[in-house]
């Protein structure tokens, strides 16, 4: 398993798509398209069909958590989205759909003391402020960003959705 990690790792990287060990965490910003998703909106929707499904969050912490995400997007760039709002006992969808197979996912509480962080895919976070980018080549990391680790979904996450605790 973890040779096939590693596998892809390198695979990824050669490809260019911005998923980069966190010490070379450089992509290459293009215009992003549309406005970043929204927060929880009330009950979950059903899933969509096809490669894309609903990201459904539920914070069951004591603490308000924010969401971002990282996920691929046509043309093979790879768009960065922060902060989705969940205050504790929440839980619902993000709006929109995203893709199944290149979606990641990272939250945190306001100032960043907890984190709720993955080894899968990196990227660079503003933990102040909200983001949303899409990404092609190289990027460094601006001043007020810093580089964090992504978890990818899962089948089980994917249907039931991924629940944040103390």
Same mark, same amino acid.
């Given at each position: 398993m973890k040779a096939w990690k590693s596998a892809l790792a390198v695979a990824v990287c050669g490809l260019g798509l911005g998923l980069l060990p966190a010490a070379h965490a450089q992509f290459k910003p293009t215009p992003a398209p549309g406005g970043a998703p %929204? &927060?929880?909106a009330g009950p979950s929707q059903p899933q969509a069909t096809g490669d894309q499904f609903t990201f459904k969050v539920c914070n069951r912490s004591k603490v308000p958590l924010?969401?971002?995400?990282?996920?691929?997007?046509d043309g093979g760039a790879w768009r960065t989205v922060g902060w989705v709002p969940y205050k504790p006992g929440v839980c619902g969808?993000? %709006? &929109?759909?995203?893709?199944?197979?290149?979606?990641y996912w990272y939250a945190e509480d306001a100032p960043g003391n907890v984190s709720y962080s993955g080894k899968d895919a990196y990227g660079c976070i503003n933990s102040s402020d909200g983001f949303d980018r899409t990404v092609s080549g190289d990027?460094?990391?601006a001043p007020n960003e810093k580089v964090v680790g992504f978890t990818k979904i899962d089948a089980r996450s994917i249907n039931e959705g991924i629940t944040l605790t103390d």
């Amino acid at each position: 398993m973890k040779a096939w990690k590693s596998a892809l790792a390198v695979a990824v990287c050669g490809l260019g798509l911005g998923l980069l060990p966190a010490a070379h965490a450089q992509f290459k910003p293009t215009p992003a398209p549309g406005g970043a998703p %929204s &927060g929880p909106a009330g009950p979950s929707q059903p899933q969509a069909t096809g490669d894309q499904f609903t990201f459904k969050v539920c914070n069951r912490s004591k603490v308000p958590l924010f969401v971002a995400m990282l996920y691929k997007v046509d043309g093979g760039a790879w768009r960065t989205v922060g902060w989705v709002p969940y205050k504790p006992g929440v839980c619902g969808p993000v %709006s &929109g759909t995203f893709p199944r197979n290149d979606f990641y996912w990272y939250a945190e509480d306001a100032p960043g003391n907890v984190s709720y962080s993955g080894k899968d895919a990196y990227g660079c976070i503003n933990s102040s402020d909200g983001f949303d980018r899409t990404v092609s080549g190289d990027y460094q990391c601006a001043p007020n960003e810093k580089v964090v680790g992504f978890t990818k979904i899962d089948a089980r996450s994917i249907n039931e959705g991924i629940t944040l605790t103390d």
